[in-house]
């Protein structure tokens, strides 16, 4: 229990003379009370900023002490990689609820494996066309990546030429439409237990290992600063290890056709 002369809360400036706490209360002025739907996560950073806040009162001797903050224990969840059925199954419904431009997105986020920031942030006199350059895609500057690293993103020529027609036409749906929308469209489809937007990322990560494409070049392309990262992305699909199962089989069929025939004699047991 602490005695506080002044504390900050809600971008509030609350002063009392010896009040005693015994835990730290949100006002309902607060985001973190006011949305009970925030991620847990989510309540966690905003609780860092008080605990932030809080030591610095206390730096400056504005109170005695600091409360212990209600931080929400989080369980850390697998993200699925979207498979390709359902990214077709995805799209497909989109199209068929007059999202068209929504179900591209999905498309190009599979394939390049952006970040959905990434993607709203570009512009179209970024794209290269195949008039323009031989190899078609476009480069991130590092103000629109999350690690702050330019890179550059190859695309199909085809595709290139439509995502930039629909930046320069104003069609693309903002960051709330395109989680939104996504969001209702498997809540529609059912039986897709898992399935995120950020899946998406999991998935080209994931495709381009069954491909066998070294973990370096899917790290290179997917833009992020540490290979273990890339390591936790790379998740073989159930086709990729029968494939690879089958090879092992095969080879221990062989193993066995040349072996030689062993006769095992019985164990006499001693008396």
Same mark, same amino acid.
């Given at each position: 229990?602490?005695?506080? =002369?002044?504390?900050?809360?809600? +971008?509030?400036? @609350?002063?009392?003379?010896?009040?005693?706490?015994?835990?730290?209360?949100?006002?309902?002025?607060?985001?973190?009370?006011?949305?009970?739907?925030?991620?847990?996560?989510?309540?966690?950073?905003?609780?860092?900023?008080?605990?932030?806040?809080?030591?610095?009162?206390?730096?400056?001797?504005?109170?005695?002490?600091? %409360?212990? /903050?209600? @931080?929400?224990?989080?369980?850390?969840?697998?993200?699925?990689?979207?498979?390709?059925?359902?990214? &077709?199954?995805?799209?497909?419904?989109?199209?068929?609820?007059?999202?068209?431009?929504?179900?591209?997105?999905?498309?190009?986020?599979?394939? *390049?494996?952006?970040?959905?920031?990434?993607?709203?942030?570009? =512009?179209?006199?970024?794209?290269? $066309?195949?008039?323009?350059?031989?190899? $078609? +895609?476009?480069?991130? $500057? #590092?103000?629109? $990546?999350?690690?702050?690293?330019?890179?550059?993103? %190859?695309?199909?020529?085809?595709? *290139?030429?439509?995502?930039?027609?629909?930046?320069?036409?104003?069609?693309?749906?903002?960051?709330?439409?395109?989680?939104?929308?996504?969001?209702?469209?498997?809540?529609?489809?059912?039986?897709?237990?898992?399935? *995120?937007?950020?899946?998406?990322?999991?998935? &080209?990560?994931?495709?381009?290992?069954?491909?066998?494409?070294?973990?370096?070049?899917?790290?290179?392309?997917? +833009?992020?600063?540490?290979?273990?990262? *890339?390591? =936790?992305?790379?998740?073989?699909?159930?086709?990729?290890?029968?494939?690879?199962?089958?090879?092992?089989?095969?080879? /221990?069929?062989?193993?066995? #056709?040349?072996?030689?025939?062993? &006769?095992?004699? %019985?164990?006499? #047991?001693?008396?």
């Amino acid at each position: 229990m602490l005695a506080c =002369r002044q504390s900050y809360c809600g +971008g509030r400036l @609350y002063q009392s003379a010896g009040c005693r706490l015994d835990s730290i209360a949100v006002p309902p002025a607060c985001p973190v009370a006011a949305r009970q739907v925030r991620a847990e996560p989510a309540i966690n950073r905003y609780l860092s900023v008080v605990g932030v806040i809080l030591g610095y009162g206390h730096r400056l001797d504005m109170i005695e002490g600091r %409360p212990k /903050l209600p @931080y929400v224990h989080v369980v850390e969840t697998e993200r699925a990689a979207v498979t390709p059925a359902q990214e &077709t199954r995805i799209v497909r419904y989109l199209e068929e609820h007059g999202r068209p431009e929504v179900a591209f997105c999905v498309r190009v986020l599979a394939a *390049t494996g952006m970040r959905r920031g990434e993607l709203l942030a570009l =512009r179209a006199d970024q794209i290269e $066309t195949p008039e323009q350059i031989e190899h $078609t +895609g476009w480069k991130l $500057t #590092k103000e629109q $990546t999350k690690t702050n690293a330019a890179r550059w993103v %190859p695309f199909p020529p085809a595709s *290139t030429r439509k995502l930039r027609a629909l930046i320069a036409s104003g069609g693309m749906p903002n960051a709330a439409q395109l989680s939104d929308t996504f969001r209702r469209a498997v809540k529609a489809l059912g039986e897709m237990d898992g399935v *995120t937007l950020h899946g998406l990322r999991h998935a &080209t990560a994931s495709r381009l290992g069954d491909a066998g494409v070294d973990a370096l070049i899917i790290s290179k392309l997917l +833009g992020h600063s540490s290979g273990l990262m *890339t390591e =936790r992305y790379v998740k073989p699909s159930e086709e990729y290890l029968f494939q690879v199962a089958q090879k092992v089989h095969k080879g /221990l069929g062989e193993i066995a #056709k040349s072996a030689e025939v062993m &006769t095992f004699q %019985p164990i006499e #047991k001693s008396a």
